[in-house]
Nanobody, 127 residues
Framework: QVQLVESGGGLVQAGGSLRLSCVASGRTFTNYGMGWFRQAPGKDREFVATISTTGSNTDYVDIVKGRFTISRDNAKNTVYLQMDSLKPEDTAVYFC????????????????????WGQGTQVTVSS
C-alpha cells in the first residue's frame, strides 16, 4: 500500500503562487507515475498534471499550461506542483495520486488509472 500526504495548500490572492508537495511512503516511489487532480465544490474531480516515473514525461490540462509545473524528487519520495499566476477558478481541493507503472515512461490523465490517493489539500485563491 502507498500512503500519500499532501501539504502546501492555503489562501492566496489572485496572481500569487503556491507549491504543493506530496510525500509518498510504503512502496518504491520510482515504480509509480504520479498525478495531481483537483475538485471544486459541486464539481467533479478533474485532472491537473501528471509525471512519469523518472520525471522525463509530463502532461497538463490546457487551462493550467504555462502556469503550473509538476516535478518529482525521487530521492525524497516527493512530487511537487508549483502553481503560479493563480486565478480564483483554481480554488479547489488538490489531490495527489499514484499509479503503479514500473519501467515505463507513460503519463496518465484518467483518475481511474490511479490506485492510491492522498487526502487532499485546500487551495483558495481570492480575487
Amino acid at each position: 500500500q502507498v500512503q500519500l500526504v499532501e501539504s502546501g495548500g492555503g489562501l492566496v490572492q489572485a496572481g500569487g503562487s503556491l507549491r504543493l508537495s506530496c510525500v509518498a511512503s510504503g512502496r518504491t516511489f520510482t515504480n509509480y507515475g504520479m498525478g495531481w487532480f483537483r475538485q471544486a465544490p459541486g464539481k467533479d474531480r478533474e485532472f491537473v498534471a501528471t509525471i512519469s516515473t523518472t520525471g522525463s514525461n509530463t502532461d497538463y490540462v490546457d487551462i493550467v499550461k504555462g502556469r503550473f509545473t509538476i516535478s518529482r524528487d525521487n530521492a525524497k519520495n516527493t512530487v511537487y506542483l508549483q502553481m503560479d499566476s493563480l486565478k480564483p477558478e483554481d480554488t479547489a481541493v488538490y489531490f495527489c495520486a499514484a499509479h503503479f507503472a514500473p519501467n515505463t515512461y507513460t503519463v496518465y490523465r484518467i483518475a481511474g488509472s490511479y490506485e492510491h490517493w492522498g487526502q487532499g489539500t485546500q487551495v483558495t485563491v481570492s480575487s
